[in-house]
């Protein structure tokens, strides 16, 4: 057969699915590109589309997968209103959009510490309230504390704070949390050793990495953290897995990220929206992660 011809048919039948990425990606991302190949080996084509461009007909695609929205937090209601126009539609957006829209404010942690999981001790600050730093602080017992925006990325206005200082820190506090909700957290030492990442695709558990703050910061991000592949005991795995059952049900993939604290872990983030998955420190992970895709696909279809 004319190998030209034989492309051909192979285009034809292929399902084409959207990753869903933000305007400054560039297309795939570097954590994408083995998974793209092992969908395309399986005969499924991976579109990258924005997100937020108007002009995407969404309906074309019998699956929408959330890989690289990084910009989301910058236009939350945008993002929340995207998300939405999915609920109509189930099977077709993943993670779901109940549990993505769910996810997108970092007050689903005191939800998740209602339900008996551990996790970082945590305020809730409505945007305007007039709370005070030191207050807040000494009503816990914290010696030091982070404040972040509920609604952020990447480490994205996030701070540190001693008792020591909160009084000076206050006007800032205040700004911070002049027109948006922010989260006051304890500070926990254990994030020098390194935080846990724990990676679950559609509910079961792939790889894990820990990443390693550099010198003289608390804020871990992925272009300036260490980040090494690691074996975690099945304990570790199983306290990881239990967190996800304080979300809204079935889930194409999860990132539970926690540091370790006296033998048991504490639970800094669960991340369902846009997480990066650490996909090449684990050979594996992106021929399991396609092969879960396909299973969605397959089940849509």
Known sequence: MDKTLFVSRIAQTMTVIAFATYEDSGGFTSDDHQLVLALRERGVEVE????????????????????????????????????????????????????????????????????????????????????????????????????KPAVSAGAMGAWKCSLAEADEDQSRFAQSGWDCDLLVQEYLDEILQGEWSFVFLAGEFSHAVLKEPPDCDFRIQNVTAKITAMDPSDHMVNEAKQILTGTHGPLLYARVDAVEREGRLVLMELEINEPYLFLSYSTEAPVRFAEKIIAMVERTG
């Open 48 to 147: 990258p589309v924005v997100w937020d461009d108007p002009h995407i007909d969404w309906r074309r695609f019998p699956l929408v997968v959330i890989r690289s929205v990084w910009d989301y937090h910058l236009k939350a209601n945008r993002f929340r209103e995207w998300v939405s126009t999915f609920l109509e539609h189930p099977g077709q957006l993943w993670n779901p959009p109940a549990a993505v829209l769910g996810n997108v404010n970092k007050g689903y942690l005191l939800d998740l510490a209602a339900a008996g999981h551990s996790v970082v001790p945590t305020t809730y600050v409505v945007a305007g309230s007039g709370l005070k730093l030191k207050e807040i602080m000494e009503s816990h017992g914290w010696t030091q504390a982070v404040i």
